[in-house]
């Protein structure tokens, strides 16, 4: 009797284990669907992970593009110095024409002078002849077959203009000559002026240009180096936010997939609990005994129960079992 009622009770106990075993899982259930709720959404932060992947594919592509810009503002940087190179070489050159044509200009000044000089010298001669010509315009010589007595002045003018028309031709001829160099000789010392002039002006233009040329590629380079090296640092941070969301992902995933089973696993226990208990409850409830507590006496030895029995009576204790009894012997009862 006793033996039935130990292994209904330890049937009992089981099944409470169960049931609390269920229970727990469930809890564990619950507080990781909690915990996945409360954690980031994985779509989103795979959402977030293909944005930043995006987002470093087009930093990589300008860092790129920068990189080749800056190769090429080095390579116009040496084309640049190549040119301002070529610009001092040119500027050597010109330099030595100019020193040429000061040259070439001081024999010109020094042929002008001559010339000057000799039209200087000639300018009496030239007055001389200017003032006959004169006198003869103003005292025409007199007709020979209208006065016979003026033959003689007509002959005597004949004669001195016969001898001076050569001469002043002559003198006229070489005059022209000398006014014509002159003219030419000036006409080139301003060819030349004015060709230095432009020289030395392009000259000027041309290396000031390559002045503000290369100042604006150094600064354009400096610029391009700046932008890139804030890519680069652009970049690096969303490398380090990209790994950081990888492994969010995968922590999130590995939790999910932990939350999963455990929910799956206390799934599982419900429902063996169900069938167990649908199966065996009618049978195991009709054959367990009462509760000790709607029993009269609970089911333990007599001798476990010293000092836990109530009196039969109320009133003062006089005497104990076992007592002496006031003669010399024990009480018994």
Not at 39 to 44: F, H, L, N, T, V
Not at 60 to 89: P, V
Not at 202 to 225: I, P, S, V, W, Y
Not at 246 to 259: G, H, N, R, V
Request: with cysteine; proline share 4%.
């Amino acid at each position: 009797m006793s033996e039935d009622r130990k292994s209904r009770t330890g049937s009992w106990r089981a099944r409470c284990g169960i049931a609390v075993a269920v229970l727990v899982l469930s809890l564990h259930a619950g507080r990781a669907e909690n915990t996945l709720d409360m954690a980031p959404d994985p779509d989103q932060s795979r959402a977030e992970y293909e944005r930043v992947s995006k987002e470093i594919t087009l930093s990589s592509e300008r860092l790129a593009k920068l990189s080749a810009d800056i190769a090429t503002i080095k390579k116009d940087h040496a084309s640049i110095t190549a040119a301002l190179i070529q610009s001092a070489m040119t500027e050597q050159k010109l330099g030595q024409d100019i020193e040429d044509i000061g040259a070439r200009l001081e024999g010109l000044k020094g042929q002008e002078q001559k010339i000057r000089a000799s039209l200087m010298a000639r300018r009496d001669v030239l007055a001389e002849v200017l003032g006959a010509l004169q006198r003869m315009g103003l005292n025409p010589p007199p007709a020979i077959l209208v006065k016979p007595e003026d033959a003689l002045s007509s002959v005597r003018s004949a004669i001195l203009l016969g001898a001076v028309v050569p001469e002043l031709r002559q003198q006229t001829d070489s005059l022209l000559a000398d006014l014509k160099e002159q003219t030419r000789i000036t006409a080139s010392i301003e060819a030349e002026r004015a060709r230095l002039t432009a020289a030395v002006g392009d000259q000027t233009a041309e290396k000031k240009r390559l002045g503000m040329l290369l100042e604006a590629k150094q600064k354009l380079e400096a610029d391009t180096q700046t932008q890139m090296a804030a890519e680069k640092q652009r970049s690096e941070a969303l490398a380090a936010k990209a790994g950081s969301l990888k492994e969010l992902i995968a922590s999130l995933e590995a939790q999910a997939d932990k939350s999963r089973k455990a929910a799956d696993a206390a799934k599982a226990a419900e429902q063996k609990t169900a069938s167990g208990d649908n199966t065996s409850a009618p049978a195991e409830l009709a054959s367990l005994p009462v509760p000790e507590s709607n029993q009269l006496a609970a089911a333990v030895p007599f001798s476990a129960l010293q000092g836990q029995i109530a009196l039969p009576v109320t009133g003062r204790i006089k005497r104990r079992f076992g007592a002496d009894d006031g003669n010399g012997a024990v009480m018994l009862g």
